[in-house]
């Protein structure tokens, strides 16, 4: 995984958008905007250094993931994050794409974040209240979940946009199902190999999957498997 930049000289939310656009990694004025919208700083456990281009620990086993691929993830989907549309982000953590998606569908569309470790949701919660999709949270059109996401969360589907934060050893049925036609997931799929697998569900509802890049994520398994040696 390539770091873009080392966090040194960077103090600063929108220093750290800048360099991910100086690198091509950015490309887009939406996903330039709604990654300064939402300040990386509040949701990076405390004593880590929130803008350094690397995945972090935030406890149970799980990550956020570094600001290159959350930015990745988002000029992936932004097509699919249109205002009105429905976003899913299944382990959802500390909550930050799951934030940036609920700005980018606003408040006439809905996003979810399904995390499997409740203690993460509540602090998810918590981070998404200091940031700029507070009011979201608040008025209902961003809900976050504790729950198994390779399940989804049949309650809002089907979904424009699907984001998987964990490695899949093959993609789960029940996300192909509740993807909207026209809809798009990114999903990283293997087990020590990894690719970040693009998949449109073409309007006819037929899939078609392609290979973005090769990645490394923590795997998406149980509860019960991920707490294990924690």
């Known amino acids: 995984m390539e ?5 040194s000289g960077i103090n600063k939310n929108k220093a750290m958008v800048e360099h991910l656009q100086r690198y091509g990694v950015i490309n887009s004025k939406k996903v330039a905007q709604v990654m ?12 880590n250094p929130p803008y350094v281009d690397s995945p972090m620990q935030i406890g149970y086993n799980a990550t956020i993931s570094a600001p290159h691929m959350h930015a990745t993830c988002l000029e992936l989907l932004q097509e699919n994050l249109q205002p009105g549309m429905h976003a899913l982000d299944v382990g959802s953590g500390t909550g930050y794409l799951t934030a940036c998606f609920a700005l980018m569908v606003g408040p006439q569309g809905c996003a979810v974040g399904v995390e499997h470790i409740p203690e993460l949701v509540a602090s998810s919660i918590k981070n998404i209240e200091k940031s700029a999709a507070a009011p979201l949270l608040k008025e209902g059109s961003l809900k976050l979940h504790a729950g198994d996401g390779r399940l989804g969360w049949p309650e809002c589907a089907p979904y424009d946009a699907i984001h998987v934060g964990a490695a899949a050893p093959e993609i789960p049925q029940p996300l192909i199902d509740q993807l909207k036609p026209g809809g798009r997931m990114v999903i990283p799929v293997g087990n020590i190999f990894q690719d970040l697998k693009v998949v449109d569900k073409n309007l006819d509802g037929s899939i078609s999957i ?18 294990r040696d924690y």
């Open 3 to 7: 770091r873009f930049f080392s966090g």
């Open 210 to 227: 392609r290979s973005e890049t090769s990645v490394r994520y923590v795997p998406l398994t149980s509860r019960e498997a991920q707490l």
């Open 36 to 47: 300064e919208t939402v300040d990386r700083a509040l949701f990076v456990p405390d004593g």
